[in-house]
């Protein structure tokens, strides 16, 4: 019987960033699924359009305005982004609630351009095949919008309220994680519903 | 009811006959397969010692490289991979015998599925020689048959399985398949895709008669109905166009062109009822017409109440629909 | 709540050979709070997987029965025993509740119980979705039976093809609630599998590395990254549905550009991987029995890897030969027959390991191990028909006939059922403390496996004499009446085999012999802590050096020479903290707080569930239920100060 050989861990960190950090995966993990949500979504619009002698069905594409705004703007908030989770990694709680309060404002200009998209789109979600198709692959990336909204707002107003313990900051970086998501998983959706109907 | 042939290993047909041939090859495939697998569990199981909860496990094959076994292992592998591309290659080879039935001077079928009954037309050259049956298909033997096939609610699957395999019919699709009758008899298929209630009982036969026979079936279906003889048939008839029966079902020579229902023009001539549901006697008419839901609950034919004098001699009428 | 009481400053620590002060600390921790919120609001994973357990378990008997009543149907041409409305309800409701509420589940019910203690740490990770996951698997199934008991069961087939199960030939709710139970479920699964990932990953022993994690949970890791790409797809395909039918869209309507063909695509792309959803954990249960029986590792440990990750490749490549039937291009078709057969191979590779292992083994021939010899005959006799079906040829003939329900029942009674049945043998000493009767073992053994080919085996040859699927009668004089009867009296064995089974179950809580630390003389962590283990698991974590842990032991001396860790210590008692190692190589890495008995995981379910019922109703449901769901979710996550002044009291910077 061997005597038992202890591996003290007392003195081991009680949080990390990035692929060290449990939630990490989870936010991994919930990436995976959305993203097979999309790429599923923007097939069946495909494999719709291929069906179709005509595209879009009984509408003209929709109009370019809106949606080219919120997508050069989706781009620049990486920005705030980036620099609000390089604060969070570096443990600077001021500049971290300052850059989080900006990713929040241009959440929520995303959110009203968003609402001027949908009615620029030119057709309706029961005109036909191709409305439902665009109006829901709209509305998937929009609900990933809505929540990334809201999870900004209460980690910002935590940040600002308390308790706050490090393991906070790893939350903000896997929000800005989360946040970069949404932006580049927008970029094919863009594609597939402004660009695709007039090729 | 009528005696029919409905069986994957009794294939009368060149489509059905070419997929019992892979099926033969098959399963002696697969049958070795599983009887070497299991002969091969049954050794080890015989071979190995007994042992129990306590006994010491062995870890000697944590330390060294077990050759024996990976090899036995691999060749096996090897062995199933090449059964597998044979098998594979037998099934390409069968798709193209069967792309390759010859379609020449074929018979044109139109197939539309309904829930819960078979409309078919009948393409020839001529279109005034074009007709309408339901649930019951004539061809030649030794003739391709062509058959479009379209459906008007749901998907459903025509299935006959001593000629051919099955295709889906499926709304707003437009899809044919093809197949020959080699041998005189009666075919048996039915609906091979869920569809609703009375999925269950939607059958149908496809009739093989030598070319004289069928040309003469051919004939008569062309014929629109004649005029009932006076009395009780035509009595009949005029119960017919009274009745709910004319707002869903046509009789060709007379008024009553709806074709929401099976067409009756020669239904007397049939071997059942109800796509199969019944057999083609007065009686089981007479059961039919009075209460559709007892035998088929969830179709869309409706009641009719009827005397039963009525009764009989609507039946009489729809007797002479030959 | 009855809280385990600690102070910031505390300094007890766990570690081997501590005393009673300890042990009583990491009890107190890691139990549930007393009493009926207690129950309610507990997050420990064994509390978790035994309810998950026992409620899969009962969804298994109530589709059991539901096929029961359907044999009796069938036992004779033209019976008027259930007509046809209730007979496709029946039929619907056996297919839904075995894909959606018992197989993926139960399989994750179970991992979820045996993964901590198999990879020798306290928890899964995120315990608390771990709790909402279960709730919200229960609340859709039981939507549905309420639903189906109220005479409003949905009545389209499991599979649910439009257009008739559109707007227009399905009227009412009732696929409404089969489209929203579909929601439940894969919320669950994908929750389930998030968090089997992480604990897989990142919660193992120290020592564990990759290449030493127990065959199981590969099995069970490769699952989950198929749940993560496979469940999307009939979550896209069930919500369209429930659009098309509730707000007017035109996925499915062919008269305004939808397709009926689209929804097969998006459901076989989920619907293929499905099967090896349920096939995979079953492989897993295998590879964790055969070991143990046979007094060996398992030969060929790296092949038997690869073929589980090429397998869940492969089954993303297969699901156009459900449609073969349909019009598409006939090019096509062939690729997806080559897929069909080729994913055999991986499947042959496991098979002849395991008789390798079997062959070159000293065998205990207790009921867990007859269950998985069940396995090799059924499973692999159902995929030779599955290779018959992967030809477009042979499919086309029996395609949607009895064939086809023979076989699906061949592969997933023989290839995830009877290896469940072996694994609930197995680990029910561990789970409850007592071992299971071998005598009625046996007898639940061999009536299940006798029973099982009387009903299903007459199923081959109906199907090749013309029977099509999902009829509720046929008429006499086809050739088919003898065979149904003999498959019916099949399922009269089957449901005596069951009852056994659960006789066995409830007499072995009480009387069955006391079960002991290692009753089987297994070599995996699980079997190194007590039946039933303590609610922390292990009162110290073990340090891993092999494959087989309680084989191989520990070693005297490490690689470089030093002397051999063999336990972890320096983990607090008096708060859940747990330790994170890296991915590879299973080194220490971090002290991760994981969260006390919480409430919110439910109220979150019941938010969750309100939403999904009112939108079967309603499109604004969706937006006034997220208010609730919002408020709930937030108050799940926000810190409270006593539990951030214990994180500040152990935190440490990385």
Redesign the interface.
Known sequence: MTTPRQLDVSGLPSYAFSHRSLMWWGTFGLIAIESTLFALAIGAYLYLRSQSDQWPLGAPPPDLLWGSTNTLLLLASLWPNHQAKSAAEAGDLPRTRVWLLVCLMFAVVFLVLRGFEFAALNTRWDSNAYGSVVWVLLGLHTVHLLTDTYDTAVLDVLLFTGPMEGQRFVDVSENAMYWYFVVFSWLPIYAVIYVVPRI | MMDTLHDVLAPFGPQAGHVHALWMLTLAVCTLVFAAVLAALLIALLRAGRSNAQSAPDLSALGRPEPGRRHGVIAAVAASTLLLLALIAASIFTDRALAKLSTDGALRLEVTAHQWWWEVRYVEPQVADTFITANEIHVPTGRPVIVTLKADDVIHSFWVPSLAGKKDLIPGRTTTMNFRADREGAYRGQCAEFCGSQHALMAFFVVADPPERYEAWAAAQRRPAADPPPGQPLRGREIFMRSSCAMCHAVDGTSAQAVRGPNLTHVASRGTLAAGSLPNTPDDLKRWIADPQQIKPGTYMPATQLSSEDMDALVGYLQTLR | MDQPRHTPASHL?D???RGSREAAALDATWRDPPGLMGWLAAVNHKSIARRFIVTTFGFFVAGGLLAFVMRLQLARPGSKLV???LY?QLFTMHGSTMMFLFAVPVMQAVTIYLLPLMMGTRSV??PR?NAFAYWIFLFGGLMLYVVFFLGAGPD??WFS?V??AGP??SPGKRTDFWAQMITFTELSA?VE??VV??TV???RA?GMTLNRIPLFAWAMLVTAFMI??A???V??AST?LI??RL?????Y??????????WQ??FW?FGHPEVYLIFLPGLGFISAII?TF????M??YT?MVLSLIATAFLAFGLWVHHMF???LP?LGK?FF??AS??I??PS??Q???W??T????????KTPLLFV?GF??IL??GG??G??L????????????YFVVAHLHYVLIGGAVFPLFGAFYYWYPKITGRMMSERLGRWNFWLFFIGFNLAFFPMHLL????M????????A???WDTLNLVSTIGAVVIALSALLFVINAVRSLRRGALAGV????A?TLEWATESPPPPCNFY?IP?VH???PL??????VAEGGA?????????AADTREV??T??LDAR??????FPDPTIWPLVSALAVTALFLGSIFTPWAVVWGSIPI?IAL?AW?????SE??V??S?????
């Open positions: 620590k570690g081997p050979g007509g046809p409305d496709n990770a995120f979705l389209v087939g093809y257009p008739l227009d030939f994908l599998a998030i990932i992480t990953f990142k919660l120290p993560l790409f469940m999307p797809s979550m896209l369209t659009t098309d707000v007017g869209t035109h996925f309507n062919p008269a305004e550009g939808g397709d009926a063909v689209l695509h998006l792309f070991p046979a007094r060996r590792p030969f060929g092949a039937a349909v019009n006939e062939s027959t080559a057969m080729l055999a191979i042959a590779v098979i002849f390991c008789i390798a079997l062959w070159s083994g000293r065998l205990n021939f010899l090799f005959f692999v006799l030779m028909t290779i018959m992967a030809s477009v040829p042979l499919d086309l003939q029996v395609h949607d006939s199907g090749l004499r013309g099509p699927r999902r009829v509720y009668t046929y008429q004089g086809l050739g290692n009753p089987w003389g070599g110290a340090v092999g494959r087989e084989w191989q032991g520990p070693r005297a002397p051999a860790f063999t336990h972890v210590s320096g983990l330790l994170a890296t991915v220490p890495d971090l002290r991760v707080n919002a937030t996550f926000w810190p409270r100060h951030t002044a994180h500040l152990l935190e440490r910077k990385p």
